[in-house]
């Protein structure tokens, strides 16, 4: 479970969390809510990625570890892209 949100603090509605295993398959997925929070349950035990993407900002991966027992706590914070002008 966490929150995702900008930089300065706003929480970001919509955003799709996803538990990558670390043999590569995409094991569960959730949606952020309103306040930008989510939860994933019976993440698989071992290494894992936590991917986040949503329309307007960055994706972010995260590498997380999980044993037995845990209850993980994972707030991400997105970027926006970086412009670049050309002229």
């Known amino acids: 479970s966490g929150t995702v949100s900008t930089s300065d603090g706003t929480p970001v509605e919509g ?18 809510d309103i306040n930008g929070e989510y939860e994933i349950q019976d993440v698989r035990v071992g290494e894992n990625t936590i991917t986040v993407d949503v329309a307007g900002f960055e994706p972010v991966s995260v590498e997380v570890e999980v044993e037995e027992g845990d209850v993980l706590v994972e707030d991400i914070v997105l970027q926006f892209p970086t412009a670049i002008l050309q002229g």
């Open 15 to 32: 955003a799709r969390v996803r538990i990558i295993r670390s043999d590569g398959q995409a094991a569960t997925q959730a949606t952020t």
